[in-house]
């Protein structure tokens, strides 16, 4: 049971990472392979969308900070 535990928290790790390393556009593609089978596609999905909104949210407060001043 403690095994299948830390595989569903390393797998969700590695899919903040495959995500992260995405938004950066830097990941090797034999990397990018060898992650893919690691995670979970929801995972992945979940991840990239929170991702996604925390850099809009993050560039909207920017841009009112920036005008603000």
Known sequence: MA???????SSFLHSVKLV???FIGIRSNK??????????PLHVVL??????????VGLISLA??????
Not at 3 to 9: A, M, R, Y
Not at 31 to 40: E, F, I, P, Q, S
Not at 64 to 69: A, H, I, P
Request: aromatic share 8%; no cysteine; proline share 0%.
């Open 3 to 9: 095994v299948s535990d830390v595989q569903k928290k």
């Open 47 to 56: 991840v990239g969308i929170v991702g996604a909104l925390l850099l809009v």
């Open 64 to 69: 009112k900070w920036v005008v603000g001043s």
């Open 20 to 22: 992260a390393w995405s």
């Open 31 to 40: 990397g990018y392979r060898d992650d893919l089978a690691k995670v979970n």
